[in-house]
């Protein structure tokens, strides 16, 4: 990774029409595996960004992860500071707070055990069962944010 470009896989045409069929799944409450829709607004523009993501509960804690690096909806939750998780009828309007890499660890590992069969390739094949050292070397990676829901 180089320090000027953060890493980031950018989605194929076809993973941009797939994520649209999930998300519009998502707002329907047909989410697959608990997946939700994100809204965030965006840092220029200030409309609402949609994204299917899928939320990750750690230790009682709530967290987005960003398997595909420092993506356009990171750098806009970056800004925005919060946004909105939609599953069905039930949005749930949200702060967020960015981790540092050092605390994405346990983060990291038990989101690959639940999600690592969908995200895989974007990890450099590290799993849930690679060695500590091995998570955290991808760590600056993969955007981790806490969130907090506040409606």
């Not at 987005?64 to 009828?89: C, P």
């Not at 949005?91 to 590992?109: G, M, N, S, Y």
Request: glycine content about 10%; aromatic content about 8%.
């Amino acid at each position: 990774m180089s320090s000027s470009s953060p890493f980031y896989i950018k989605s194929s045409p076809m993973a941009v029409r797939v994520n649209g069929i999930v998300g519009r799944l998502a707002r329907l409450g047909l989410g697959f595996a608990g997946s939700a829709e994100l809204s965030v607004p965006g840092r220029k523009s200030g409309r609402m960004q949609r994204i299917p993501v899928n939320p990750h509960t750690c230790e009682g804690e709530q967290y987005l992860v960003s398997a595909r690096g420092h993506s356009q909806w990171v750098r806009n939750m970056r800004v925005a500071g919060g946004g909105e998780l939609r599953a069905g009828r039930k949005a749930r309007v949200f702060t967020a707070v960015e981790l540092p890499d050092e605390e994405k660890l346990p983060i990291l590992r038990t989101y690959l055990e639940k999600w690592g069969w969908e995200v895989k390739q974007y990890f450099a094949g590290v799993t849930a069962a690679s060695s500590d050292e091995e998570i955290l070397a991808i760590a600056p990676d993969h955007p981790v944010f806490r969130i907090t829901v506040t409606s």
